[in-house]
Each structure stands twice: as C-alpha cells, then as structure tokens.
C-alpha cells in the first residue's frame, strides 16, 4: 500500500501540490470560527448535580440577577471610600446602564467591602452567549467605557466577572499563541540546520506543516460545530506544538530513509518512492498510536477533554497524510539539491557515541535495564504529593491580568467565598408551596455545616414550589477546603431536606467537586481504554504478544517519572497549590502516546538486526547504534517544541509544557534508548512469542535489498540512519 502511496505522489508531485493547496484555500475559506469558552460549569455533562442545580436555578429564578462582570473600585491613595466616592459609583454605575451595551441586560451597585475600601458595579449579561465572541466584546466595550467614565474621580476602577476573564483569556492566548509560535519555529529551524546544515531542508517543514495547519484548523472547526462540542483557546496552543512537533519528527523519519536510498545509490525519484515504502509502515504506526490515544478522550466527561482528543487526533491524521503525500511530492521535486550545501549526505556516520552506548547495552543489559528503571521509579515517588486545582480561568492566563487581579482582591476585601457562593435549592417534589415555616431551621443547619460562613434563604420562586439558599463558605471557591466543605453541605442539603422536597446545591464550589469526580471517571475509563489500543496496535506491528506488555510497561513507568517530577517542581518548588485538573489525562495521553512512538522505532530496528541473525544482546546494542541518533534528534526536537508551551505566562500552559516535554525527554533518553533495548535482550527471543518475528529465517524488516544490519555497508536498508548532532559533516 506504502509502495502505492509513493509511486501516485512521487508520479505525480504538482498535481499532489495543487491538491493541498485547493484542499487549504476551500477549507480555511469557509471554516467556522472557533469560540473560546472558559465556564467550567459548560465541560460537565447534565447529569451531575451542579449542572442540575443550574437548570433549576433559571427555571425558578429566570430573572434572578447572576452577574457577568464585576468592576471593582477603589480610591488612588488606598484610602477608605467617602461620601462623594460614593455618590461617584452611583452615578457611574447609571451612565453605564443608560449605555445600553449589547449583551448587558442590566446594571446595578454591588455592596461595599467591610472595610470601607471598595465599592462595587454588577453587570448581568445574556447567559446563553457566555463565552461567544460577542459577549467578549461586549465585556471590551464594558472595560474601556467604565475607565472612561471614571476619568475626574478619586477612583480607579478594574473590571473582572466571567465576561472579563474570557477577554484576557483571549489576549493571554493570543500572545502565548504567538511565543509558542516564535519558539517552534526558531527551534525546529536551528535544530534542522544543525543536523542537515541543509537551509531548504530547515525551512522546508516549517512551510509544508504551516499549511497543513491551516487545514487541520478548519477541519476541527467543522468537527467542533458538527458535532456540538466545547471550545478553549488553549487548545490553539496546544495544536500548534503537535503539528509542528510530530509532524518535523514524521518529515525526519522521511528524510532519513531518502537520504539513506539515495546513499544506496537508487535514482532520486526512485529513491522516494523506496523511502515511502519503507518508512510508510513506521510513520503510520507511530501516528495510530497517537491518534487512538487522542480519540480515548471522547470517553472522557469533561466537554474540555473531549474536544481537545478528535481535534489534535485530525491534526495528527493531516499531519499524517500529509508525511505520506505532501512532503514526498515536494522533496521529489526539488530532488538531492535539498540537501544543499552539504555534501554529508552522501556518505554514511559513524555514530561513534552511540555505537559506544550500544555497547554499554549488549554487554550489560541486567544493570542498563535496573538503573533505567531505578530512575523512572524514583521519579514515580513524586506522585504521591499530587494535589489538583480546578479553576480553570485564573489557570489560563497570568494572575496579571486585571480580570484575576480582580478576582484575587474581591477574596480580601470580600468574604473568600464570597466572590462564588454556594446556592441550594429546596424544591417541592408534589407540586405544592414550600411549608415556609421551616426554612430558618433548614438554615441553620446549612449553616451549621464545618466550612460555611453563613447560609440564608435569599428568595422563593414565584409558584413557591422552589427556595434559594445562600450558602457562603469561608474559603475561595476552587480550594481544596471549599470542595470538601460543599461535599459536607451536599450531605446536609439532602438529608436535612424537609418531607416531600429534594434538594440540588450549585455554585462554583459544587461545579469544582463535580469536575474531581469526572476526573476521576475519566482515570478509571480513559487510561485503560487507550492503554488496551495502543497495545493492540504495537501486537499488530510487531506480530507479538509478549513485547507490548513490558513496552507498556516501561511507558506507564515514564508516565508516573513525569507526574512525580512535576509535582517536585511546581508544587514543591514553586509552591502551587496543585496541578490543574486535566493535566494528568492529558499528559498520559502524550507521554504513553508519543512514547510509544520512540519505542516502535527502536524495537523494529532492534528486530531487523535479530533478522539478520545476531544474538538478542547484539542486535540491541545494533539497534540503539543506528537508531539513537534519530531517536535522539526527533525526541530533542519534540521535547523542546513542546517546552514552548512554558512561554505562555500561564500556568496552565506552563505545567503542560514542562509535563509534556519532560515526558517525551524521559521517552527518548531513558525508555527507548536503555531500558526498552535492554530489556528486549534480557527476555531474548521469548520477546517474540508467538510470532518469532526475529528470527533470521524471516526477509529484514523493509526486504528486498539485501539489508544488513552492520557498519556502513552500499545499500544496505535500515528503518532509521541519521546523523547526531556532534556527527561527521561538512
């Protein structure tokens, strides 16, 4: 099928090039746009109490007063607010209303702070657009009038609220996009020089996958809206770091194979359609990988979650398609000169380095696999102090912005849960009144709850059939004692309900404790689901049942080295409170995902070289001599991709970055280079059980031109021969 590929792009290279770019122009013309969406409450689905809670709420109350956007005030000098400071808020706070902004549906005085310090302009929206482009304009529109209208006044004014983190989110995502951006590109450009000392071959991907971003962006614009998804800007970030990280590691694969035909001396156009071929098989396996990994989220019951896995499983299928199609129908057109102006290409590398760790490997493969795995382990330990935090918002973007400057005052001029309470809502299960006589009792035992500052009933529906309790904790609303202190009042609102009512609790307390336990669905159903997948595929590739388990194995060790270093640097270094809630689901997927990859690439070759008929020991120290250096190079270029992430300025991004790109160095350097290989060799040929696919008798691995897995030998074939970084060149 490979050779098939190769022979229709390479045949036919312009008309594949005109393809991509009708396919680019007609997809990105017409693509919807993409909204950003930082409500919590929308990733959960309606079966969980808080999204119940919110129902209820705008059936009962549809004209109860939820605010959108908050403006905080406070006087230049830090003072306490004075009579005229007050008179000020009113009136600023009517000439906003009478601006009739769209989206605002109304506009009135908050309290003041106890202390005197800070006054308050709620802005309640339309909630059926929260998050949309429109309401985040309107929140612009808000913040620019509201200053302007506080120009002459003893006060300044800062605007927060839902509708104000949306808008930062958007600016912070903009610029993290456009540093993230910069350094990928930077790097993949020097990392590629340095390697081919080649300058079309650095810049080369960099516009190929340029292009097949745009069409992957479309793509899951259309996906997103066909399919009624949950959008977030931080996924934009995150596309653009997948794109051009594993699609330079597919362009590198391919480039390797060419260059290693054109030194067996195959006639140029030939020697693509052989690379095609060859490394086909290789590139599609490592992308299944990848994308079943990304698809086992849509099992996932965070709409975050679920959106993020088909939208960077279409980026990696382009990615894909386009290692398969595109990037041959181009390098067959430009031919050898590619490689200009080196002329390193033409002859093989020793891999000195690498050959001297192979064989540090087949000598002692017992202590290379204990002290590997000895690492991994003891990184693992770090997993023990694991802790999440689930504020999504302030997570997305710097505590700078003035939307979390704001959130971070309101909780010390305010009570700490007062910026969220916590609402209960008592409804009558037969359709009568509620009996208002009991609802002072029922209060005091909400308040009476260990957490809860106070808890008043604060209004009845007009039927009287439901009442709102007011439930105010004594800490912000997505810690750790607040989502406990909610379970607690969860506990009191159900068993404490009068006869013949039930009772639902909402907020954002509520909505942060529900998310936890999603999360935790998602652990004992994501996980395994894409463990079991993964294995299946690398049982297919490798024709085994016996190697799949301890690949996994030395992956799902990776994994738990990644977490625990994570959590050593950010919650025992920086000291975080915690790690954002998805980042271990999301990490699992990339590392055991992209790990798998390394390690496809390193136990095909190890089993070329038992082909060939070396010994189990020799043919892994064989192994890590000509496939480090590509290892090497790809896991290096992937990982500090990946590592671009950190330059966002939010937290967020930052953990994700660090995880991801710690994860992938842990794969490259660690799991496919010592402990994969040398626990291959310990096992032997029971590795390959039932199939014996390393049995010399069979044709090597690609066939068909007399491969050999020795030194630099004329033709020989191998599945990966690239030049490291400190190699022989020009």
Known sequence: MFRSIGNAVVRHPVWTIVAWLIAAVAIVATAPSLPSNSDESSFLPKSYESIKAAELQQK??????TPSAIALYQRTDGGRMTAADKQDIVRITTELGKKHIDQVQKVVPGPPSKDGRYGLTLVQMDSKNAGQPKQVHAAKVLRDDIKQLTKGTRLEV????????????QDSSKRGQALIGIGTFAIILVTLLIIFRAPI?????????????????????YATKLFDLQANSSISSILIVVLFGVGTDYFLFLMFRYRERLRAGDEPKQAMINAVDRVGEA???????????????????????????????????????AGLTLIPAVVSLIGPKVFWPSKSWQREPDNARFAALGRGVRRRPALTAVVSGLVLVVLSLGMLGYKATFDLASGSMPKTKESMVVQDEMQKAYSAGAAAPTD??????DGKPLDKAAFDAYAKKLGAVDGVADARMTQVAEDGTTADFTVTLKYEASTDKAIEAVGKVRDVAHSGAPEGTEALVGGMSSIYKDINAAVNHDYRTVFPVAAVLIMVILGLLLRSVVAPWYLMASVGLGFGATLGATVWIFQGGQGHSGLMFML????????????TDYNILM?????????????PREAAGLALRHAGPTVAAAGFILAATFATMMLAGNSLLTEMGFAV???????????AMFFTPSLTALIGHAAWWPGHGDRAHEPALGGGDGSSGSGPVPGQDRDVVASEPSGHRE
């Open 158 to 169: 800062k605007l927060g609220g839902s509708a104000a983190q949306a808008l930062d989110q």
């Open 201 to 221: 071959l650095a810049v080369l991907p960099l516009i190929l996958i340029g292009l097949v971003s745009a069409i992957a962006n479309g793509l899951i614009s």
């Open 661 to 671: 790109s710690f994860g992938i160095v842990v794969a490259a350097f660690v799991m």
């Open 283 to 321: 590139i599609a396996s490592a992308a299944g990988a990848v994308i079943i990994a990304f698809l086992a989220l849509v099992l996932s019951t965070l709409g975050f979650l679920k959106q993020m896995g088909p939208a960077l499983a279409i980026a990696v299928g382009a990615t894909l398609i």
């Open 584 to 595: 271990p689901v999301i990490m699992y997927l990339f590392v055991v995902a992209i790990g």
């Open 603 to 615: 136990i095909a070759r190890l089993r070329e070289e038992a082909r060939e008929g070396r010994e």
């Open 424 to 429: 209960v809502y008592l409804s009558s299960t």
């Open 60 to 65: 009962a109350f549809p004209s109860a007063f």
